[in-house]
């Protein structure tokens, strides 16, 4: 069979009296293909959906990454020489959650009521549901350690901690600076 054969019998159909029969039969057979699409499952992606623990960082990660940087500005200070740095933190990674807030509010003669309530946010992640957050808030350094060849000099020491403290936002205190051996 040609295309033109094809493309003639088509336009036979199309302006025969069976025309109308035609175009419900499409709509209703296009009908029927997106109402069959909706009850195949759709095909999984090759990465999965991040979960919950995806979206939390590690904190001990954190801490050797803010160590291994603090060492490496610091190895960087003239005559401080090869710095190591212990941090410690004061508690952990902190989660905000996404809230719904409904307030109520009525007065009667004598007195006035006030309800408030919330409810969490809740997110659908293939097929399990969680708690939107809102805000990660990560540890605060509690203190730090540092070891370096420097350490033993009063003015480098003094160099050091200053540095540690405007980086990390400790007060002085919480740092202390060592000589290495």
């Given amino acids: 069979m040609k295309a033109s054969d094809l493309t003639d019998k088509f336009r036979n159909i199309m302006l025969g009296k069976n ?12 009908v029927a293909l997106i109402l069959l699409s909706e009850l195949i499952p759709a095909k999984k992606s090759a990465e999965p959906a991040e979960s919950s623990s995806e979206v939390f960082s590690d904190t001990s990660k954190l801490i050797e990454a803010e160590e291994r940087k603090l060492a490496s500005l610091l190895s960087s200070v003239r005559g401080v020489g090869k710095a190591e740095v212990i941090l410690s ?60 060849d420097g350490g033993s000099d009063p003015n480098i020491r003094e160099r050091v901690i200053k540095a540690v403290s405007a980086a990390l936002d400790l007060p002085t205190s919480k740092i202390c600076v060592e000589c290495r051996n």
């Fill in 19 to 30: 025309r109308v029969k035609l175009i419900a039969f499409m709509g209703i057979a296009a």
């Fill in 89 to 148: 933190l004061e508690g952990s990674e902190e989660y905000i959650y996404a809230q719904d807030t409904e307030a109520e509010r009525s007065e009667d003669v004598s007195r006035i009521t006030e309800k408030h309530e919330s409810k969490l946010v809740l997110t659908d992640r293939s097929g399990s549901k969680g708690p939107l957050v809102r805000k990660v808030l990560a540890p605060k350094f509690n203190g730090a350690l540092v070891i370096c």
